[in-house]
């Protein structure tokens, strides 16, 4: 069974960064596209960025993009989300995730970690 354990959340002053990690068990980590999401109190579940199997290939959400990059290293069985110039919107809930697909859509993700929490304080 695969299984998806984040990590690195926390508070943080605006401006400041964060590196989030991701670690992947329970099936071959290079077979799947991994992605971040992050989810707002009151509000749905959002695409954040992804990353290909390869790590060649990525994609952002135009709120993050710029600021944040994506990365992993399949030797680790890990995924990073590294987080710059953090604005107090960027606040939520931190998920990851593993799809066949290269997708930023939440629904064809098959498996979700537990999330973990950032604040941004002003």
């Known amino acids: 069974q695969v299984q998806l354990v984040e990590s690195g959340g926390g508070l943080v002053q605006a401006g400041g960064s964060l590196r989030l990690s991701c670690v992947f068990s329970?099936?071959?980590?290079?077979?799947?596209?991994m992605g971040w999401f992050r989810q707002a109190p009151g509000k749905e579940r959002e695409f954040a960025a992804v990353?290909?199997?390869?790590?060649?290939?990525?994609s952002y959400a135009d709120s993050v993009k710029g600021r944040f990059t994506i990365s992993r290293d399949n030797a680790k069985n890990t995924m990073y989300l590294e987080m710059n110039r953090l604005k107090p919107e960027d606040t939520a809930v931190y998920y990851c995730?593993?799809?066949?697909?290269?997708?930023?859509?939440?629904?064809?993700?098959?498996?979700w970690g537990q999330g973990t929490q950032v604040t941004v304080s002003s």
């Open positions: 995730a593993a799809s066949f697909r290269f997708t930023v859509t939440t629904t064809n993700y098959e498996y």
């Open positions: 329970g099936r071959t980590f290079s077979n799947y596209h």
């Open positions: 990353v290909s199997k390869s790590g060649s290939t990525t």
